[in-house]
């Protein structure tokens, strides 16, 4: 396999392809038909090109034209990525529930409810919109974000794939009253949602059935009987939902004190189920497993199994978007080492990228997607290059500076958009990640084997560590100096700090004092934005 051209394949692919979704994602919201009408003729016009020198490619000897060639496929696949986000925007579908007032809509529960102080709050996809209740309605289509005031007495009981009739009383989300504050309208946007409705659950009807898909309702069913198994065997409740969190990724639970201490000492990744708990899981079974790796059957076994096992743990967290992304990357990656013997990191995190923004392209919005994929290439990129920077004889010295070089590289690679979606900046990350590092694989293990083998037993010594590893990361929370908050930056200084710290890294990886010096004027103008 020549990795000289194959191994960026991907890359190149996965660009031209983003920048498309990014900016056009803007352009959908002013729902201009015109600029609709042209990116598609362009896109058209480019696969038509693209079909025919293919095939009168050695013809035409446009081999000669490699350059060009390569330019044409990128213009197609960037107006291609337009023309997928535009697509996907469902305000602009001909049957949006928003276009024309109804009274009435029938709408289906599209994701696990959520109650919180008698609110119940969902995500919802409207089917059809009625002037009567007594007609066959219309076919309607369009998500909506659903807020119920729940009857204490007689409290409404709902899960994913309930059908529900609910008046028509839609309203625009508004923009946030200043800037500082957290811009509620587009996380919705950039989750294809633009109307919320508040009702009492005197105004609903629940309709007879379940219309829900059977996977994901299946993956929900198993993840709440899972939770309830913990909520069983433990007895504090702020253990009980670290816990449900750090496993499961159920965190209805969490209160904001808990999630407020992950934030400050920069340990929030530990709740969040993503790319470390499920690598946790990779790497416990490649031990396990790596007796099969000198026979050439055994080790398709062995990856069958890996793949079975980690697809299973998402099916246990109840495919969580954090989750399927991480066993969805983990996945490209193990098959690719598997079946090939020179495999580019990146290319396989870019090829995982792209079929996640084929599957839905507003995830480019989403902040763990953001953030993920940063993390993971901050790993792929800057910790050989930290870690080189001390050269240690000692092995147990090297491991432990090998985990710091971790730490940092994904802290540096994220820290821009840190910085930008969460204001703050926790001063004593190092500590803090060194000091859950143990803890936390050592509960992710036995969390999943309290769920896989029932030994309730093990609830105790569980509920102890997690309640000892919140008070030392409460200590470190309670530090002077512990994190630097209030933090604003606008989306231009998002890009000049992303630009500073790229420009500052290849300074330091290329001794190059110009990179140092050009680093040292984005700071500048950061500064003065």
Not at 235 to 258: M, N, P, S
Not at 269 to 286: D, I, Q
């Amino acid at each position: 396999m020549k990795t000289s051209t194959a191994s960026g394949t991907f890359v190149r692919i996965l660009l031209p392809f983003a920048g498309g979704i990014l900016l056009f994602y803007e352009q959908t919201l002013w729902n201009n038909q015109a600029l609709i009408t042209w990116n598609a003729a362009i896109c058209i016009i480019m696969f038509i090109y693209l079909f025919i020198a293919n095939l009168l490619y050695k013809r035409l000897r446009l081999y000669r034209f490699k350059g060009f060639n390569g330019l044409a496929w990128s213009v197609f696949i960037f107006f291609f990525g337009a023309l997928w986000v535009i697509l996907h925007n469902e305000s602009l579908a001909e049957d949006h529930y928003a276009n024309k007032p109804h009274q009435f809509l029938k709408i289906k529960v599209n994701d696990e409810p959520r109650l919180k102080n008698n609110i119940l709050r969902f995500k919802a996809m409207v089917n059809v919109c009625y002037d009567h209740l007594e007609d066959d309605g219309n076919k309607a289509s369009g998500s909506l974000m659903v807020s119920i005031a729940t009857d204490s007495s007689n409290r409404l009981s709902l899960s994913y794939g309930d059908e529900l009739i609910i008046p028509y009383k839609i309203s625009t989300i508004k923009l946030p009253k200043q800037t500082s504050d957290f811009d509620y309208k587009a996380w919705l946007a950039a989750q294809n949602i633009y109307h919320q409705t508040f009702l009492r659950q005197a105004d609903l009807i629940k309709l007879p059935g379940n219309n829900g898909h059977p996977i994901i309702s299946f993956a929900l069913n198993l993840r709440k009987k899972q939770v309830d198994f913990y909520r069983q065997i433990m007895k504090d409740d702020e253990a009980f939902a670290v816990a449900a969190t750090l496993i499961l990724g159920y965190r209805t639970d969490l209160d904001k004190e808990t999630l407020d201490i992950y934030s400050k000492t920069g340990t929030i990744h530990a709740l969040s189920v993503s790319g470390m708990h499920v690598g946790l899981v990779y790497l416990v079974l490649n031990w396990m497993l790596q007796f099969m790796n000198r026979r050439g059957w055994l080790s398709m076994v062995k990856l069958v199994l890996i793949l079975i096992s980690v697809w299973f743990y998402a099916l246990l967290t109840g495919f969580s978007p954090s989750v399927l992304r991480s066993v969805i990357m983990l996945s490209v990656f193990i098959i690719a080492k598997s079946f090939a013997r020179k495999t580019s990191n990146y290319n396989i995190m870019a090829f995982a990228a792209c079929c996640l923004l084929l599957y839905d392209p507003f995830l480019i919005w989403d902040i763990g997607f953001q953030l993920s994929f940063l993390a993971v290439a901050g790993l792929i990129w800057l910790q050989p290059m930290i870690q080189n920077w001390w050269h240690i004889e000692q092995d147990w010295l090297y491991k432990i500076w090998g985990t710091v070089a971790m730490s940092l590289a994904a802290q540096l690679a994220t820290c821009p958009f840190s910085l930008y979606y969460f204001h703050q900046f926790p001063v004593y990350f190092l500590i803090s990640n060194l000091f859950i590092l143990i803890p936390i694989a050592v509960l992710m293990y036995m969390g999943i084997i309290i769920l896989l083998f029932r030994i309730e037993i093990l609830g105790p010594a569980f509920e102890w560590l997690i309640s000892f590893t919140n008070k030392g990361l409460t200590w470190i929370a309670t530090l002077p100096f512990s994190s630097v908050s209030g933090i604003f930056i606008s989306k231009t200084q998002l890009v000049v700090l992303c630009v500073t710290l790229l420009l500052f890294v290849f300074a330091l990886s290329e001794y190059k004092k110009r990179l140092l010096f050009a680093s040292l004027i984005g700071l500048l103008i950061f500064q003065l934005l």
